[in-house]
């Protein structure tokens, strides 16, 4: 049977922990193969972890409880289909906070995740302070949120919204 090209080939046998000189301390070839198995399709099993890797499936499973240990892998999640769950419309949401001190930072940073329709906040550098990642049912739904969440906050100096048209999840480089 014919390998697909898309799945990573067998990794070459190395020592656990040692390095191979690209900058990844405490990793080998064999679990940079493992976390890019995993990074495509986290539900793998693992009989099929251990033939890709040309590895015993204890080993593997080992390694990957290992990987796990050290905070390689923090965990396996589903994606979900925003649209299914009657919240289609997504945006990110560029926020600026008026004054930068650690209690309204603090509190925004605690309040902001917990909103409704949030899926992601993001501390960035530049002229906006967030990037706030959302959902919401309709446009109404999100003018509402922007207006009842962000700019009735009194930290909030500045928000403006960019609607998502197409979002493409990346499988990062190991």
């Not at 499936?57 to 649209?83: K, M, Q, Y």
């Not at 960019?162 to 990346?170: D, T």
């Amino acid at each position: 049977m014919p390998k697909d090209r898309r799945t990573p080939g067998p990794a070459p046998r190395a020592t656990p922990g040692a390095t191979s000189g690209t900058g990844t301390a405490g990793l080998d070839e064999v679990d940079r193969h493992l976390v890019a198995l995993l990074s495509a399709d986290g539900r793998m099993p693992n009989n099929a972890l251990a033939e890709a890797t040309g590895i015993a499936p204890s080993t593997c499973l080992t390694r990957v409880r290992s990987l796990r240990e050290r905070g390689v892998i923090r965990g396996f999640h589903a994606e979900v289909d925003l649209a299914a769950l009657g919240r289609p419309l997504q945006a990110l949401i560029a926020i600026r906070i008026g004054a930068h001190s650690r209690d309204e930072i603090d509190r925004f940073r605690t309040k902001v995740p917990r909103l409704p329709g949030v899926l992601s906040l993001f501390h960035v550098s530049g002229a906006n302070d967030y990037l706030l990642h959302v959902s919401a049912a309709t446009p109404d739904a999100l003018r509402e949120f922007v207006l009842d969440h962000l700019t009735a906050d009194p930290a909030v100096s500045h928000a403006e919204t960019s609607l998502i048209f197409e979002h493409v999840r990346a499988t990062p480089d190991v």
